[in-house]
């Protein structure tokens, strides 16, 4: 029996602007139903990457294919609809309230979402339906990327991409928010791909890990073979953050003790 054909696939794909590469010839897969992160340090190229697949970024070489079709060919509206977006600067319109930053895309696509869809998106991020009427400056920085992601999720995407998404928010927010997209990855059968610079929260949340480093793919692992000692060395210093922070916290609590 045959697999399935990758929901997305980079080939070769290459981003220069001016003398700059920024990505340099990346190739890889990303299959049906999987959860990958996308790491590396500042200016690797990792967002670079991500954007080719909506079309931010047109690839100086190479192409995205997605459902078998190079992006670039695909109509803009009919991308969209299909690939939910979900980035650091939530991008909420500050004119417009909850409700109608959630139907943004649909709505460009000439549909209206009916009151009771946009209640269902905001109770999948665990928000309450009164939240549709509010304006983006009366919500905290958690609530505004809640409603970012229940926007990402109004057309019914097929892919679920995400850059940098938890970047600017408080560890207990953003380890709740990882959670809930873990989780709604899996209850909506979504493709997942996340860009973040946080080791950690890579090991957590994905099933596989790939590493950029300065516009190359230099490893591309499952978390566990990363935390064995998998991928290289430039992935390895990257596991070594988290892994180093762990063995201090445990070398404290066992002082802890000690004292006690």
């Known amino acids: ?70 992006v670039t060919h695909l109509k803009p509206a009919r991308l969209r609809r299909r690939v939910g977006y979900v980035f650091q600067g939530i991008g909420l319109f500050p004119h417009m309230s909850v409700a109608e930053n959630i139907a943004i895309g649909p709505r460009l696509a000439g ?69 809930k997209v873990r989780e709604l990855h899996g209850q909506l059968g979504l493709t997942t791909v996340m860009v973040t610079h946080d080791m950690a929260e890579a090991l957590l949340l994905a099933d596989r890990v790939l590493v950029m480093d300065k516009g190359a793919l230099v490893a591309d692992e499952t978390p566990r073979a990363l935390l064995a000692g998998a991928g290289g060395a430039g992935a390895q210093r990257l596991v070594s953050v988290p892994r180093e922070q762990a063995e201090r916290l445990a070398a404290m609590e066992g002082l802890g003790e000690l004292r006690g």
């Open 1 to 70: 029996m045959n697999a399935p054909p990758p929901l997305l696939r980079f080939e070769s794909v290459i981003c220069r602007f001016g003398e700059v590469t920024a990505v340099g010839g990346v190739s890889c897969e990303i299959a049906h139903g999987s959860f990958v992160a996308l790491v590396g340090a500042s200016g690797s190229g990792k967002s670079t990457l991500l954007k080719t697949v909506n079309t931010l970024v047109a690839p100086t070489g190479g192409r995205v294919l997605f459902g078998g079709e190079d």
């Open 111 to 179: 549909e209206k979402l009916p009151p009771e869809r946009i209640a269902e998106l905001l109770a999948l991020v665990e928000l309450d339906p009164a939240y549709a009427t509010r304006m983006p400056d009366e919500l905290s920085g958690g609530q505004r990327q809640r409603v970012g992601v229940a926007r990402a999720l109004a057309g019914g995407p097929e892919l679920l991409i995400m850059d940098e998404p938890f970047g600017a928010l408080d560890p207990v927010t953003r380890d709740a928010l990882g959670r």
